[in-house]
């Protein structure tokens, strides 16, 4: 995708990756740090790719900002994995960009027209409803018709429910310490980083939830052929592979959510069956600092127009950088 913009050894201020303008810093605290996927095109080497010549330079210029992974061989030639740098904030005015929105709703439209029995999955992470989506979901449920699901991430060790012993031994000190630092709201994760991540499995408008949930960091979207209990059976096997926890097999619908590393670090098998779940993989991944797209169908084409088209090129306004509309 691009490589680190320099050579030369970082200051002790300088952490994270640095990708031309963008930094890429992890989010999650005594957890690994995803690999960025604009950082790959330095870890493979040009043997181990599937194009005999290397990335595509001029490919690569007309995606920006999107960046492209360039994969080795154990990815299928049509598989593909793409990043949009981005940041997400909970905030009452939070919208998502309508440049991204519009690409977005296109590759949709464009899968489903290859892949007609595609049909879409669509998560949010239910502790960001509070307290800013409080309403609109209550006034919207109807609409949204939310179901209780579980999201967890493969790239991250091995899920698991606390112990009886853990939940004794938790310095609560040490967690309020932690939270004052985050300033943000308590999770359980904050005190049980292994513990699955509560979602809501909107079944109802998914158009509405696009333009509404989006910015906030906790959208994820699957358009998939597999039915709800095909799409729930492999999501438990993807599980199944990631924990021997025997109570975590009974969770009713586990979600994986899949990160840059889970793409990255997997073996063969394990890209099998992340790619078996979807046709198109949408996610705000605040690990990442952007968006993630992934496909089983060659977008390299069609993208770089979707992305002039949606204003990606213009020049930014007298009152700086694109902002959230």
Do not use: C
Not at 21 to 26: A, E, G, K, L, V
Not at 215 to 229: A, D, E, N, P, V
């Amino acid at each position: 995708m691009t490589h680190l913009a320099e050579n030369r050894k970082p200051t002790p201020s300088e952490t994270g990756l640095m990708l031309k303008s963008f930094r890429i810093r992890p989010q999650v605290e005594d957890l690994p740090p995803p690999v960025t996927p604009s950082a790959l095109a330095d870890i493979s080497g040009d043997g181990a790719r599937r194009r005999l010549s290397g990335p595509d330079a001029l490919l690569d210029q007309r995606l920006l900002p999107f960046r492209r992974h360039w994969p080795d061989r154990s990815w299928h030639e049509d598989w593909r994995l793409y990043w949009l740098p981005a940041s997400f904030e909970n905030q009452a005015a939070t919208r998502v960009d309508p440049r991204f929105l519009q690409v977005y709703e296109k590759l949709i439209l464009f899968v489903t027209e290859k892949v007609p029995k595609a049909r879409g999955l669509t998560f949010f992470d239910t502790q960001l409803v509070y307290p800013h989506l409080i309403e609109h979901t209550i006034l919207n449920a109807i609409e949204y018709l939310p179901l209780p699901a579980m999201g967890f991430y493969p790239s991250r060790g091995p899920a698991s429910v606390p112990k009886y012993d853990e939940i004794r031994s938790i310095d609560f000190r040490a967690v309020y310490k932690k939270l004052k630092e985050k300033k943000e709201a308590f999770r359980p994760q904050d005190a049980f980083p292994k513990l699955p991540k509560q979602l809501q499995y909107i079944i109802g408008d998914q158009d509405m939830a696009r333009r509404n949930l989006m910015g906030r960091g906790g959208y994820t979207f699957f358009l998939s052929t597999q039915k709800q209990g095909e799409f729930t059976e492999i999501g438990k096997r993807i599980l199944a592979d990631n924990t021997s926890d025997p109570m975590m097999q009974e969770i009713p619908m586990p979600v994986p959510l899949l990160d840059s590393a889970a793409f990255m670090t997997a073996r063969a098998e394990q890209l099998e069956s992340y790619f078996s779940l979807f046709e198109l993989y949408v996610a705000e991944s605040p690990a990442d600092n952007g968006y993630l797209i992934a496909a089983t169908h060659d977008l390299d084409e069609r993208l770089p127009e979707w992305i002039e088209a949606a204003g990606y090129r213009q020049a930014k306004s007298r009152r700086g950088f694109w902002s959230r509309s």
